[in-house]
């Protein structure tokens, strides 16, 4: 098999290629098949196989081979989607399109994994379902939706064999900050624990439903391993979450190392974007496939320490 990670120099694209290159094999149509090449696509970075996703060509040369599966992670994020309308929708979907037309060259049928977002939904529901009405309130969710939309069809069409993990914020990402939006939720506790200040952009009463990285990576693993036959025709599961307040971030840092210190700068354009998504998650469905979430914020920090030390 032949393993295809969209947006691979992205964070959890390396995370989840180390995940897959630990494991003796994938399921496939044929059952499990052995793990003979991860491809890791992107735009640039170390180890990836560099392509634009919006290039057809490009995507059609990766998505070649006897057995092909596919984590689609690569995406325009929320803060940046907001700002450009045109490269939001020519990413998020014009790109997913592209793969799954190269999908349908490959046999047997792929499974394909996508990550979606609880952005599909407004901020006027507190909790959400995968029985929710998407309302998204931002380019970014729209796009999403959309995109939740495209892989259920192109799996009732056969051309794909699609599951879509519906990811509430992921913490704590190192490194350098990205242009999402929720990227306070993780840069409040990874400057701190770093002896760095931090200004947060959102009040103390913000409600995040989150996950740690740990979780994020045996969910898609996990997805793409049911049985098809147990996804029933919504191919789309939201992953379950912590419903937390920023305060309570704030609070559980207080408990861990670190020498920086936690300071409110709001910023209005972050503020507004976060007050559009829901507070917390109904992830029975994806709980009913043995998928579950972080114990809570302080088992995600201890992670964090663990596997990055913090810095």
Not at 130 to 140: A, F, G, L, Q, V
Request: contains cysteine.
């Amino acid at each position: 098999m032949k393993v295809v990670i969209t947006g691979g120099a992205g964070f959890l694209g390396r995370l989840l290629a180390e995940r897959i290159g630990s494991l003796p094999g994938l399921q496939g149509p044929r059952g499990l098949e052995p793990i003979e090449e991860i491809v890791r696509f992107d735009v640039a970075g170390d180890g990836v196989v560099v392509g634009d996703i919006i290039d057809p060509a490009a995507v059609r040369s990766v998505v070649s081979g006897p057995a092909v599966s596919v984590f689609h992670l690569a995406s325009v994020v929320s803060g940046e989607g907001e700002r450009d309308f045109d490269l939001a929708y020519r990413v998020n979907v014009d790109g997913l399109l592209n793969l799954i037309r190269a999908c349908r060259e490959v046999a047997p049928v792929p499974r394909f994994v996508f990550t979606s977002s609880i952005a599909v939904f407004g901020g006027a529901e507190p909790v959400v379902g995968d029985d929710t009405k998407h309302s998204s309130e931002t380019s970014y969710g729209v796009t999403k939706s959309i995109g939740e939309g495209i892989v259920n069809d192109a799996s009732r069409k056969g051309f794909i064999d699609g599951r879509t993990a519906r990811l509430p914020h992921v913490i704590i990402r190192p490194g350098p900050p990205n242009a999402a939006a929720s990227g306070f939720a993780s840069a409040v506790f990874r400057e701190p624990l770093a002896g760095r200040d931090y200004e947060l952009p959102v009040s103390l009463g913000t409600v995040m439903p989150v996950t740690g990285v740990r979780a994020v990576i045996d969910a898609l693993v996990a997805l793409h391993e049911v049985d098809p036959a147990r996804l029933g025709r919504d191919r789309a599961f939201g992953l379950p979450a912590l419903p937390v307040t920023v305060e309570q971030m704030v609070e559980t840092l207080r408990r861990h190392r670190g020498a920086g210190s936690v300071t409110l700068a709001p910023d209005p354009f972050v503020q507004a974007i976060v007050d559009r998504w829901p507070k917390s998650v109904d992830g029975r469905r994806a709980r009913s496939l043995g998928i579950t979430g972080s114990g809570s914020l302080d088992a995600i920090v201890d992670e964090y320490l663990e596997d990055f030390g913090g810095g």
